[in-house]
């Protein structure tokens, strides 16, 4: 069973935490990341980018001048797309991207996207801590310690903590999360996770008898 150290806030090794194979040590499937991350970038989209067509746009429907006789090329209405504000052939319309992604498959790429970060070394464990006020720097002061400032990390909590969230909001590299809403994406985008000892017992019990 792999085991990371735990950390307290000044960044002293206080204690080490075990971790479940079945969550931490898989053989990592780039299917299941690669179509979870896709998923979750195409369900961002809002499409909504539209044009007008010929008939919708808001000039006459007349044809401009007679077929025959002019000397000119013949042209239908104002409207038409090869005209100077005329609607637009085959633009965009409102479309809706959403990709569903099989549970299972959620789940097997959240484990793949962990196990590479423990592989990497770049997955930390936090002592439970307690603030009573929001303290940005006090936070500032533990990335540096266990040497996850300067690059993006992810702090999972076991729940939303009002004045943790208050105290990471301000730096801008750390981003803060209730361990059960995390996705692969957010694991994948972030060079450094940091678990807090609550969290990872946590998603241990959940996902240990899953």
């Not at 079945?22 to 989209?45: D, M």
């Not at 006789?69 to 637009?88: C, H």
């Not at 009573?132 to 990335?143: G, I, Q, S, V, W």
Request: proline share 5%; aromatic share 4%.
């Amino acid at each position: 069973m792999p085991s990371v150290e735990v950390y307290n806030l000044e960044g002293e090794v206080v204690g080490s935490a075990d971790l479940l194979e079945e969550i931490f040590s898989i053989e990592p499937s780039k299917g299941a990341l690669y179509y979870t991350v896709k998923a979750h970038l195409a369900n961002r989209r809002e499409g909504n980018a539209s044009t007008k067509t010929r008939a919708e746009v808001t000039l006459s429907k007349r044809k401009v001048y007679r077929q025959k006789g002019t000397g000119r090329a013949r042209v239908g209405t104002a409207g038409s797309p090869i005209r100077v504000g005329g609607g637009v052939a085959h633009g965009p319309r409102p479309h809706d991207f959403r990709e569903r992604v099989p549970k299972k498959v959620k789940r097997l790429a959240l484990k793949s996207a962990l196990t590479l970060k423990v592989a990497e070394g770049r997955l930390k464990v936090l002592e439970n801590f307690l603030l009573e006020a929001p303290k940005t720097k006090r936070m500032a002061d533990m990335l540096r310690a266990i040497q996850a400032d300067g690059r993006k990390a992810l702090l999972l909590t076991e729940e939303a903590i009002p004045v943790v969230v208050k105290s990471c909001r301000n730096l801008p590299d750390l981003s803060v999360l209730p361990v059960l809403q995390v996705s692969t994406y957010d694991v994948v985008r972030a060079d450094t996770v940091i678990f807090t000892q609550a969290a990872l017992d946590r998603l241990q019990a959940l996902w240990r008898v899953s």
